[in-house]
């Protein structure tokens, strides 16, 4: 069995094929929602540091975690040049802002806002990627671009699919690159997401999209 980077053992990925650029229709996707579980923390401290202060753009982020508050908004926002909240309730959405999913609640966009609630839990989790997800492409469609990170199982990938299919740009993280590649490699075999990025460079794709930039997909990209 192949190892990644991490020396976490590896399922064989898809085979490898090239693609165009992303985003040639020069749309501003302005809604950005990202999923991550197993060595989530550190990814988002690295993605979130080289985001630009003044991004126009509204984050949704989850990442699986215990039903305990803790300190993870403390630490996430230690280091990002964007303030990162906890909505307790529903809460205007506004850009610039990072919004994290609090500890044992689903995060969800609607009607202008984002809302955190207790609902049922999704692949075990609660908080779980595919609400946010699936709120997000209802909510804003071509606007948004789902990104899914490190971390074990295939919550996020429905989600994905459904930003996809309301023509949104959906992204992973390389599995080479990932502490454990399991999301990115599922969200590559069954959404044949838009491209593949190593976590240095997500920064700036991010930041290219939300100005209706295009972008080079990346070394190579795997497909089914």
């Known amino acids: 069995m192949p190892w990644n980077n991490n020396g976490i053992p590896r399922p064989s ?9 992303i985003n040639t229709e020069g749309v501003k996707r302005d ?18 540091r080289s985001l630009p202060a003044r991004l126009p753009a509204a984050i949704g982020v989850v990442l699986h975690r215990g039903t305990s508050p803790g300190e ?20 205007p959405l506004k850009p610039g802002l990072i919004y994290l999913a609090p500890a044992d609640h689903h995060l969800l966009f609607e009607h202008g806002g984002i809302t955190a609630y207790r609902g049922p839990k999704e692949h075990s989790a609660r908080p779980a990627i595919d609400p946010l997800f699936r709120s997000a492409a209802t909510s804003y469609g071509e606007r948004v671009v789902g990104m899914l990170l490190t971390g074990a199982g295939d919550d996020g990938v429905s989600g994905l699919i459904a930003i996809s299919q309301a023509s949104g740009l959906t992204l992973a993280q390389d599995p080479d690159d990932a502490y454990m590649p399991y999301m990115p490699i599922n969200a590559m075999r069954f959404d044949d997401v838009a491209a ?7 920064a700036a794709v991010v930041t290219a999209l939300v ?8 070394p190579k990209h795997r497909v089914k």
């Open 13 to 21: 990925s898809p085979r490898l094929a090239r693609r165009n650029e």
């Open 31 to 48: 809604v950005i929602v990202i999923g991550a579980s197993a060595g989530g923390v550190m990814a988002l401290e690295e993605l979130f």
């Open 72 to 91: 993870l908004v403390t630490v996430l926002a230690r280091r990002s040049p964007l303030p990162v909240i906890e909505p307790k309730d529903s809460v």
């Open 196 to 202: 593949v990025y190593p976590l240095r460079d997500m």
């Open 211 to 218: 100005r209706g930039q295009s972008m080079a997909p990346g």
